[in-house]
C-alpha cells in the first residue's frame, strides 16, 4: 500500500519506519525543514534504540521517502495522523490544534477513496469533530477512522511490530478494511484486533495510561506509608504482585512516572471528563498526578534531612531522561529532582549517558559531567533518578574512594542495598526501610 504518514515526532518516525519493514510504500510528511533533513539523511532527532537502523534499511531499501507536505504527497491509499498533541499551557488540557492543522490540509488533497487514520492520543470526541472539519473542506464524506498506538520509548520499534493488540474505532467498513490489509502480517502472527466504535478507541489510550498511571502511583502511595510504617514498599509490591489479578508490572515503586504521555494523559483526560460533565468520575486521577509529583519532592526533602542544609553542598543526580534507554526529558522526575535541589542551594552536577545532548544549554545551573567516573569526586550525595543499566552496574567500591561523602539516594530502587551498605555507603532507598 502508499501510506503516508503525517507528523515525524517520535510516533511518526517509528511507525513510518515500521511500515516499511511491512512492505509498504511510505511517506513521511513534516513540516519542520530541520527534522525532515536530518531525516533524510538517516539521522534520528531523537534517541531511540535500533530505530536509527531501521530508518537507514527503509531509505536503503527504496520504500521509505519524505515530503514537507501532505500536497507533496497526495497519492496515498492511507494516511496515518501522527502528530504530536501536548498539553496546553495554562491548563490540564489536551492542545490538538497540531491534529486539526494536519487534518485540515489534508483534506484539500484526498479524494473519497482516502482512508484517514488518526495514532494520535486525543480527548473523546475529537475525531468526530475532526470528521465534520475535514468533510466541509472536502466537500464528501472523508472516511476517518481511530487506530491508537500503545508503544513505549527504548522499545518503540519492537512495540509497533509486535503490538499486544490492535484496537480499530471507524464509521465506515472501508477503513476496517484497508487498516486490516495494512497490517495484515501483524495480524497473521495472531495479534488480537479489536473493531470498535470511535469513541471508544479515543478513550482506550487514555484508560490504558490512566490505568498504568494508576497503578505505579497506587504502589508509591504505599510506600509513603511504608516511609512512616516502617515497612518496605518494594517487598510489598513483590508480596501483592504475585496475585495474577494485581500483576507485577508497573509496580516499581520510586520516584514515579514522567515523560510525555503518563502525565499529560492523565490530566488531558480530567480536563475532558469535566468538559463532558462526569469529571467525578476520574477524579481520582489528580491524585494519581499528586502522589507521583510528592516523590519528587521527598527526594529533595530526603536530600536535605541527610545534609542538613542544601545551601552550597555537592550533589550529583544520576540520570536526567524520564527513563532509561531514552533522551526525552519532557516531564522527567530526574530533571525535576535535580532543578529542585538547584534552586533550593545545593550544587548540583547531573550525568546522563545520553540526555546531556538533548538538555543543550537549558539549565545551566546544573554542571555537566559527560565522564561518569570523575563524577563522583568530591560529591556530598549521590542520587541516582533514572535506572540505567550503567548506575546498576556501578561498583560501590570504586566510586567510594571518589565522594567527599558515601551516602546514595536510591529513588528508582535499584541498588543491592547490602552490597552498598558493605561499601560503607549509607543507603536511602525510597519507600524502603533500610537500616543503616
Ligand atoms: C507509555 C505507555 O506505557 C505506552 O503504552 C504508551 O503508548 C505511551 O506511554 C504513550 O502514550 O505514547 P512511555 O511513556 O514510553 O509509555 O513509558 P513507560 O514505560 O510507560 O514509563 C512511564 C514512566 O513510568 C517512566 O517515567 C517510568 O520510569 C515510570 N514507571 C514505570 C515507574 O515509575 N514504575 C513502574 O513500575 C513503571
Sequence with gaps: ????????????????????????????????????????????????????????????????????????????????????????????AADTSFVFAAGEALAKVIDEETVVVGKSTVPVGTAASLRKKMSEIAGFDVKIAWNPEFLREGTALEDSLKPDRIVIGAWHQESVDALRNCYEKIIATGTPVIETDVATSELV???????????????????????????????????IGYDERIGKKFLRTGVGFGGGCLPKDIRGFVARAEELGVGQAVSFLRDVDAINLRRRERVIELANEQLGDLEGRRVLVLGLAFKPDSDDMRDSPALDVALGLASAGALVT??????????????????????????????????????????????????????????????????DVPDWQAAGWKVIALGRNVHN
Excluded at 537507514?56 to 500536497?71: P, Q, R, T, V
Excluded at 494508576?214 to 517487598?235: C, H, L, R, Y
Excluded at 545551566?364 to 541516582?384: C, H, N, T
Excluded at 540505567?388 to 574512594?401: D, F, G, I, K, T
Aim: aromatic letters at 6%; hydrophobic letters at 50%.
Design 205 to 239: 489510550k487514555v484508560a490504558a495510561n490512566a490505568f498504568l498511571a494508576t497503578k505505579i502511583s497506587f504502589i508509591n502511595a504505599m510506600a509513603e506509608v511504608a516511609e512512616v510504617a516502617g515497612a518496605d514498599a518494594v517487598s510489598l509490591a513483590e508480596a
Design 350 to 415: 547531573v550525568h546522563d549517558p545520553v540526555a546531556l545532548e538533548a538538555l543543550g544549554d537549558n539549565h545551566p545551573q546544573l554542571e555537566r559531567a559527560r565522564d561518569l567516573d570523575s563524577a563522583f569526586a568530591g560529591q556530598e550525595l549521590v542520587v541516582l533518578a533514572t535506572e540505567w543499566q550503567q548506575y546498576r552496574e556501578l561498583s560501590p567500591q570504586a566510586v567510594a574512594s571518589k565522594v567527599a561523602a558515601r551516602t546514595i539516594i536510591d529513588a528508582r530502587n535499584v541498588l
Design 1 to 92: 500500500m502508499r501510506v503516508g504518514v503525517i507528523g515525524l515526532g517520535y510516533l511518526g518516525v517509528t511507525h513510518a519506519v515500521a511500515m516499511a519493514s511491512l512492505g509498504h510504500e511510505v511517506v513521511g510528511i513534516e513540516a519542520s525543514a530541520e527534522r525532515l533533513g536530518k531525516l533524510k539523511e538517516g539521522e534520528l532527532p531523537f534517541f531511540e534504540p535500533g530505530l536509527a537502523a531501521g530508518l537507514a534499511d527503509a531509505i536503503a531499501a527504496g520504500n521509505l521517502s519524505f515530503a514537507a507536505a501532505a500536497s507533496a504527497a497526495d497519492d496515498c491509499d492511507l494516511y496515518f495522523l501522527c502528530v504530536g498533541t501536548p498539553q496546553l499551557s495554562g491548563s490540564n
